[in-house]
Nanobody, 120 residues
C-alpha cells in the first residue's frame, strides 16, 4: 500500500516562505498525478496544486497561483511544495496524496499532514 509522509511545516510570519516535502513509500511510479491539499480549521480539505508524472504540467488553485510551486522528483519518490509570500489564510494542515485517491474518496489514504501556521 502506498503511504504519504509530509514534512516541512512550521510557524512563519506573513510574507515568509516554506518548503514542504512529501515522501511516498510504495510504487511511486504508478502514481500519475500527485496533489497537495490543505485543510484549515472549520473548513473542508481543498486542493492547492497537482502535478503529473512528467513534472511538466502543474496546476494551482487561484488562491495560491503565483506564490506556490509544486515539483516532483521521481528518483526520490518525493513531491515538494515551495510556498512564498505566505498569508494568514494559508494556515492549514497540508497533505499530499495521489489524485486518484482523492477522486475516489479514499479516506484511509491520507497521511498525518504537516501544520503550516502563518502569524505575526
Amino acid at each position: 500500500q502506498v503511504r504519504f509522509v509530509e514534512s516541512g511545516g512550521g510557524l512563519v510570519q506573513p510574507g515568509g516562505s516554506l518548503r514542504l516535502s512529501c515522501t511516498v513509500s510504495g510504487d511511486f511510479s504508478s502514481i500519475e498525478i500527485m496533489g497537495w491539499y490543505r485543510q484549515a480549521p472549520g473548513k473542508q480539505r481543498e486542493q492547492v496544486a497537482r502535478i503529473n508524472y512528467d513534472d511538466i504540467s502543474a496546476h494551482y488553485s487561484g488562491s495560491v497561483k503565483g506564490r506556490f510551486t509544486m515539483s516532483r522528483d521521481n528518483a526520490k519518490n518525493s513531491v515538494y511544495l515551495q510556498m512564498k509570500d505566505l498569508k494568514p489564510e494559508d494556515t492549514a494542515v497540508y497533505y499530499c496524496n495521489d489524485y486518484i485517491n482523492v477522486i475516489n474518496r479514499r479516506e484511509d489514504s491520507w497521511g498525518q499532514g504537516t501544520q503550516v501556521t502563518i502569524s505575526s
